[in-house]
């Protein structure tokens, strides 16, 4: 008897200790506040080299250690500040309701560039922090996004004068020089011919790969082969009669008339003569 209650003490020692400590460890990290981050850059090439993503990334996770949480979810966007329908922003604060936790923001230009939206975004009922300002109130926050509209107002109206300024000097504005033929030895007329007949070829294979042109393109020559020809009206109207009665639509997905028959016929027919 001695023997088995001495077993079974054994077994406890082995197995239920570790298994209440596991225990006191989940509890422990489920009462640290939990987080949720959002990161914002303006342009895809800040977004590829990462610099501004992992600088605000460190500044948000400083943040919460500080406060002795964890961050459990991040959202992030590649969008100008002015837009207000960004789907990680969108996505932020839909989980944060959800979870009932609060979400960490590096700055408050990274919310965005706009009073307005600004205050949209704080009034939804979420908790919000910014890194850059330990207290929020509607007096700061209506200066320091202001701030913030106005830096954005700034940069709009640089960005403007020095493309004015380039127009002045005759200096071409977008593109490269590879695409403009500037600075690579390359006539630059012909260059911009080349592009121009790229372009064409692209919106032609466009056409004639589009379903309705093929099936119209299709249907006529076969009915040329029988010694039909599409010429008058009255040949257009007959065609319209016929697509309408297989269930055919345009491109665009309308019923077909005389005009868009014949519109239709015409716009293909140049396209495939000019392979």
Same mark, same amino acid.
């Given at each position: 008897?001695?023997?088995?209650?001495y077993?079974?003490?054994g077994?406890?020692?082995?197995?239920?200790l570790p298994?209440?400590?596991?225990?006191?460890?989940?509890s422990?990290?489920?009462?640290?506040?939990?987080?949720a981050t959002?990161?914002?850059?303006?342009t895809k090439r800040q977004?590829?080299?990462?610099?501004?993503?992992?600088s605000?990334?460190?500044?948000c996770?400083d943040?919460?250690s500080?406060?002795?949480?964890?961050?459990i979810?991040?959202f992030?966007?590649?969008? *100008?500040g002015?837009?207000r329908?960004?789907?990680?922003l969108?996505?932020?604060?839909?989980?944060?309701?959800q979870?009932?936790?609060?979400?960490?923001?590096?700055?408050?230009?990274?919310l965005?560039r706009d009073?307005?939206?600004?205050f949209?975004v704080?009034?939804?009922?979420?908790e919000?922090h910014?890194?850059?300002?330990?207290?929020?109130n *509607?007096?700061?926050?209506g200066?320091?996004? *202001?701030?913030a509209q106005?830096?954005?107002?700034?940069?709009?109206?640089?960005?403007?004068?020095?493309?004015k300024?380039k127009?002045?000097?005759?200096?071409?504005?977008?593109g490269?020089?590879e695409?403009?033929?500037?600075?690579?030895?390359a006539n630059r007329?012909?260059?911009?011919?080349?592009?121009?007949?790229? *372009?064409?070829e692209?919106r032609r294979?466009r056409?004639?790969?589009?379903?309705s042109n093929?099936?119209?393109?299709t249907y006529?020559?076969?009915?040329k082969?029988?010694?039909?020809i599409?010429?008058s009206d009255d040949?257009?109207?007959?065609?319209a009669?016929?697509?309408?009665?297989?269930?055919?639509?345009?491109?665009?997905?309308?019923?077909?008339?005389k005009n868009r028959?014949?519109?239709q016929?015409?716009k293909i027919?140049?396209a495939?003569?000019s392979i």
């Open positions: 008897m001695w023997q088995r209650l077993a079974v003490s077994f406890c020692r082995k197995y239920a298994r209440k400590r596991q225990v006191l460890t989940n422990r990290n489920q009462n640290m506040k939990q987080y959002y990161l914002r850059v303006s977004g590829a080299n990462g610099l501004g993503i992992e605000q990334r460190k500044m996770a943040f919460v500080k406060n002795d949480g964890v961050i979810q991040e992030m966007d590649v969008e *100008s002015t837009h329908d960004r789907k990680g969108l996505q932020a604060i839909d989980y944060c309701k979870n009932d936790c609060p979400l960490v923001v590096a700055k408050l230009d990274r965005a009073v307005e939206f600004c949209k704080v009034n939804t009922g979420i919000i910014f890194t850059d300002m330990p207290v929020i *509607s007096l700061l926050l200066v320091f996004a *202001s701030v106005y830096e954005r107002e700034l940069i709009c109206s640089r960005t403007k004068q020095a493309l300024a127009k002045d000097r005759n200096e071409q504005t977008g490269t020089n695409l403009w033929g500037k600075n690579t030895g007329e012909e260059v911009l011919e080349e592009v121009r007949r790229k *372009s064409a692209v294979q056409m004639i790969n589009e379903p093929k099936f119209l393109w006529t020559q076969s009915q082969k029988n010694g039909r599409f010429f040949d257009f109207e007959k065609l009669n016929e697509l309408n009665a297989l269930e055919r639509k345009t491109p665009t997905g309308m019923e077909y008339n028959a014949k519109a016929y015409y027919k140049k495939m003569t």
